[in-house]
């Protein structure tokens, strides 16, 4: 049964927006010595717009926009509403037959349009070097800006460049600081590519990141956590970070985060604010001293 201590210490953090789904999640926090977090929609704001738009020479830019948006439809990823939304602007007059429309989950989209085979996605998803040859090390520069880079390939010809920026929530640099003075590790995970996690990873402040995770490897690497730290946190939002949340000793959700996200989680931040992480560490670690 549920100490007195540990109720009016549950029902005290609901009152400030942090939901344990139960005594242990508070007790299990208390013993956190490393905490993961998921890039996109937990450190960041998860609301990338398009900021830089490439075309081959030659080619119609209204129509490529206006293709790539449609596209994106398929895909309920952040990154392709902004396309979506972007391409929208750019759609009147310009008619296309799209057919197959596919997501490839942590690579990108794909569809058959007028024919011809449509790619979507990260530079690795519809070929690297390709991309990089694309307008001269423009990629690169992007990247290294903390903007994440989605290529559009038709056929066997690079078409566009999309430049998507994010960005890091109002909370975020004062959260991870005030963890660093817990002793708390921070470690961000993120399926992005590792020019853009670098720079986020430098804004933000966290210990340490790896990029271009697959759902997989996001589990594969809070194992390593574990056997490293023993206990272990992780902050998440989508519904590639569903395996992960259930992996870590303490899995926490972001309030607007997905149904599974949400579902998955001991521990829930009813307004995304990651500025309640540590206060949720200071409580459990609080709570352990007295229950004990
Ligand atoms: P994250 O949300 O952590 O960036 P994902 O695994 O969802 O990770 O995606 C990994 C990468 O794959 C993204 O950073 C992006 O480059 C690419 N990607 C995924 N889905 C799409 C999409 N619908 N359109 C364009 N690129 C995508
Ligand atoms: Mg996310």
């Known amino acids: 049964s549920i100490m007195p201590a540990t109720l009016s210490a549950i029902s005290n953090s609901a009152r400030r927006g942090i939901l344990f789904k139960g005594g242990v999640h508070l007790e299990n926090l208390g013993h956190v010595k490393a905490v993961a977090l998921d890039k996109t929609g937990t ?25 790539a948006g449609a596209i994106e439809k398929e895909s309920t990823h952040p990154l392709a509403e902004a396309i979506t939304a972007y391409g929208s602007d750019y759609s ?71 430049a998507l920026q994010d960005t890091v929530r109002t909370d975020t640099v004062q959260a991870i600081k005030t963890l660093k003075k817990q002793g708390i590790k921070t470690y961000m995970l993120t399926g992005d590519n590792e020019m853009t996690a670098r720079a986020i990873a430098e804004e933000t402040g966290v210990d340490g990141y790896i990029a271009e995770c697959l759902p997989d490897d996001k589990v594969n690497y809070l194992k390593d956590l574990r056997k490293k730290y023993g206990h272990i946190a992780m902050i998440g939002d989508g519904i590639n970070d569903a395996p992960a949340l259930a992996t870590a000793n303490v899995g926490i959700a972001m309030g607007e985060g997905t149904d599974i996200a949400l579902e998955t989680a001991d521990v829930v931040l009813m307004k995304n604010e990651l500025s309640k992480i540590p206060d949720a560490m200071s409580l459990s670690t609080r709570m352990n001293r007295i229950v004990k």
């Open 43 to 67: 450190l960041t704001n998860g609301k990338p717009r398009v900021t830089d738009f490439h075309v081959k020479a030659g080619l119609d830019k209204n129509e490529v926009a206006a293709i």
């Open 92 to 162: 009147r007059n310009v008619q296309f037959e799209i057919e197959d429309m596919r997501t490839e989950s942590g690579n990108g989209v794909r569809a058959t349009v007028n024919g011809d085979l449509w790619k979507i996605g990260k530079p690795k998803y519809v070929g690297s070097e390709e991309s990089a040859a694309f307008n001269d090390g423009i990629a690169e520069k992007l990247q290294s800006q903390g903007k994440t880079v989605v290529i559009a390939k038709r056929n066997d010809e690079i078409v566009a460049l999309f």
